[in-house]
């Protein structure tokens, strides 16, 4: 008969002694017990104890110092525990078969396996011996293991180091020789599968969204095929694109046992996936896509060897979608140099065009309008604008447009406090670029670029012009500088424009001055000459009354004389206002300011009319509001002003209306208001009234004689004191209103 030192071991630790070993008191040892002990704790062999329970399950008991080691597990903590406790589902699952193979056969058996244990695949050579009870049932199991990890690693290295090699060097000679990147991935994942023997191998390609696109595979599995199918996990999430990234692999052995979320097994079981190797491929520091693996009908246990191998292949993908990308780069980027080639002589030309149209227009309508059109042809717009600023920078007015489509926005005018966001960085003169989405319902959103470039030269802001696209396409630097080339060519079109029109205004005004001032020199010298005729006639009548033959007419005489009188009096007055009205047209001296009481100074001034406008049947008034403040003016001048009015108002009122003069206080002035009822101008006469020599004479019911300066000297004199007057007609009355700012 056979001894078992394990089993004889074991039976020397029935309880009796102090000492403990796998839980149990035993006696003193003989020398040969010590010894078999010492051998269970010394021998560099593997030795596991396993309970063999009633109900036929399986609990370990206990492990030798050397099985310790590799496992990096005591002893102590194993007991108790079944396989599930300590290795992977699909481990445990074989390594109860293995036991329960023992029990059944009731004999040792002997087996090779391989057990992941903490993250680490390690390959056993296993003898496993049962121990029957006094009932010959199998109550125990015992097992010795030796590592054979490198000799197995070795032994599955050397088939696969080779193929490995080939398949290597095969993908570098393909990626080489070839700049068809589909070309590459396609064959290079039919030479995996058919290297690892899985049932799929396949390329996921990351998209923008986080979704994924299978875009090379290569699958026996009948039915299943994933190419080009655009594949969405729902329990993918940042954190896993982010492990992916920093090189992170997944390996799983049976998606049922995986301890994985439902979502992700179901999703996986969807797609008829039950063993999965996943490796990150990556373009430099981004992550490109995975290379996968796949088993779909049976678990799988991944092999170190394997999970290298779709590394090393990951890495060569990664060089190829490198090289791909920059063979793609290289092409577009001599695309774009031959389109900049061409966009630069479309730019000359049109800069050309634009600037003969200034040369040879002085009117800026046809360059700016050439410009509009040019551009949208040129840089495929779907509208140009050219806004212009008002005076002060507060109003853009759209004056040139060209658009393919509606609506035309010509004529538009934009305030600018409503759109500071937009006008502010134009007035500091930068050009603006966003994206807008237009009003409106569609059924997508419709999402334009536009553009804004401001048009300026070094006297100030002339306006912008805009540029809008129909697509999310930015406008490259090429565009934007040649918009600000033609802005610049905008700018002297403007202002050449401006310049021409300022010429014109000039030349039509020097033009009205002269009509004026010949308009005037002729009246001048008809109101000189009637009394001079007067004069003239009334002495040849005194002349011959006064002769040694005439005969003396004593009341001729006089009327002649007063004649005489009035008509000197006539030229003496048309002398002095023309030249009052001429110094005050040059430079005259400043005003003498002195602050008077209206309410004690204009009483006086109007009562001196009140028996003109009796005699005339007039109604005259003064309305002084209380409490006015003093007003600081000119006595002479203002006196002069305020007679004159009312000696212009008691001339054209009739008889039985009325002349009132009011003074009153406004927000910052002083203001005084002369009115008189019963007689109304048109429009077009209030707009000459301050003219020189302007007599409305249908408005003078007394038909007095005046120089016709009065009004034009009234005007300037107020504008000399500082003040402002304004003539208003309506309701049957003629009102002019001053004021005098305070």
């Known amino acids: 008969m056979t001894i078992n030192p394990v089993e004889t071991i074991l039976e020397l630790k029935k309880p009796a002694a102090p000492q403990i070993l796998f839980g149990t008191e035993v006696d003193e040892k003989s020398s040969s017990e010590q010894f078999l002990l010492s051998m269970y704790d010394s021998v560099q062999a593997s030795i596991f104890v396993v309970d063999v329970l009633e109900d036929g399950d399986f609990r370990y008991l206990a492990l030798n110092p050397t099985h310790e080691r590799w496992l990096g597990i ?42 992941q244990f903490q993250g680490n695949f390690t390959w056993w050579s296993t003898t496993l011996t049962p121990l029957r009870d006094a009932n010959s ?50 064959q290079t994942v039919k030479e995996i ?14 998209q923008a969204d986080s979704s994924g696109l299978i875009i090379a595979e290569s699958t026996i599995t009948a ?80 092999q170190q060897p394997e999970i290298d191998l779709l590394k090393q292949l990951a890495t060569q993908m990664g060089i190829a979608a490198q090289q791909t990308e920059l063979h793609y780069q290289v092409k577009s980027l001599q695309a774009q140099l031959e389109l900049q080639k061409q966009q630069a002589r479309n730019s000359q030309g049109l800069v050309r065009r634009i600037t003969e149209k200034i040369r040879d227009h002085l009117d800026e309508t046809q360059a700016l309008q050439t ?57 500091q003169k930068q050009s603006l670029q966003t994206l807008e989405i237009m009003p409106g319902w569609h059924p997508n959103l419709q999402v334009v670029t536009q553009m804004a470039c401001p048009i300026f030269d070094a006297l100030g802001n002339l306006g912008n012009i805009w540029l809008i696209r129909a697509t999310r396409e930015e406008f490259d630097e090429i565009e934007v500088a040649l918009v600000q080339q033609i802005a610049n060519e905008c700018a002297i079109a403007i202002r050449q424009s401006q310049l021409y029109a300022k010429t014109k205004a000039q030349q039509g005004e ?43 007419d004593t009341e001729l005489v006089s009327q002649l004389l007063q004649i005489l009188h009035n008509e000197c009096g006539r ?3 048309l002398i002095n206002d023309l030249l009052t009205l001429t110094y005050l047209k040059s430079e005259p001296e400043p005003p003498t300011l002195i602050a008077i009481d209206l309410q004690t100074w204009l009483t006086p001034i109007v009562e001196s009319f009140r028996d003109l406008t009796s005699c005339q049947r007039q109604k005259l008034n003064l309305e002084i509001e209380p409490a006015l403040p003093p007003l600081e003016t000119d006595i002479t001048d203002l006196e002069r ?56 004479a249908k408005n003078d019911p007394w038909k007095s004689s005046d120089t016709g300066l009065e009004l034009a000297l009234v005007q300037t004199m107020v504008r000399h004191l500082g003040g402002s007057i304004q003539a208003e007609s309506a309701a049957g009355q003629i009102t002019f209103t001053l004021k005098f700012p305070l």
């Open 571 to 573: 030229e003496s007055k």
């Open 510 to 552: 020097i033009e009205k001055r002269e009509r004026l001032k010949n308009e005037f020199l002729r009246t001048l010298s008809q109101e000189l000459r009637t009394p001079v005729t007067s004069i003239s006639l009334a002495a040849q009548t005194l002349e011959s009354v006064l002769s040694p033959n005439g005969k003396l």
């Open 193 to 206: 599968r058919q290297l690892l023997d899985c049932d799929r191998v396949l390329i996921y390609r990351f």
């Open 74 to 115: 005591r002893s102590d903590e194993l007991r108790g525990k079944k396989p599930e406790d300590i290795l992977s589902p699909v481990d445990a699952a074989r390594v109860r078969q293995h036991y329960a193979d023992c029990v059944r056969f009731g004999k040792t058996i002997s087996y090779e396996q391989c057990l």
């Open 223 to 302: 039915g299943s095929a994933l190419l080009g199918q655009n594949i969405h996990d729902p329990c993918f999430s940042n954190s896993h694109q982010e492990r992916y990234r920093r090189g992170c692999i997944q390996v799983i052995e049976d998606i049922y046992a995986a301890g994985l979320h439902p979502c992700h097994r179901d999703f996986l079981a969807a797609l008829q996936v039950r063993a999965n190797l996943i490796v990150p491929i990556l373009l430099q520091q981004d992550l490109w896509g995975l290379l996968i693996a796949q088993h779909c009908h049976q678990p799988h246990q991944w």
């Open 371 to 427: 410009a509009a059109q040019e551009l949208v042809q040129l840089l495929k717009l779907d509208r140009c604008q050219i806004e212009v600023y008002n005076k002060d920078c507060t109003q853009a007015i759209v004056n040139w447009e060209f658009a393919t489509s509606l609506p035309h926005c010509q004529g538009l005018i934009r305030d600018i406090a409503d759109f500071p966001e937009v006008y502010q960085p134009l007035l």
């Open 137 to 186: 049932r199998i109550f125990r199991l015992i097992g010795t293991s030796s590592n054979i990890t490198p000799s197995k690693q070795a032994e599955q290295a050397g088939g696969m180091q080779a193929e490995r090699e080939r398949l290597l060097d095969a993908i570098a000679n393909r990626i080489r020789q070839c700049q068809d990147l589909d070309i590459i991935l396609q």
């Open 641 to 696: 002003i305020v007679t004159e009015l009312l000696n212009h108002a008691c001339k054209c009122t009739p008889e039985g209306e009325s002349i009132t003069l009011s003074a009153s206080l406004t927000a910052d002035a002083v203001q005084l208001s002369l009115s008189n009822s019963g007689v109304e101008i048109s429009t077009n006469e209030l707009s000459r009234i301050f003219q020189p020599f302007y007599r409305i």
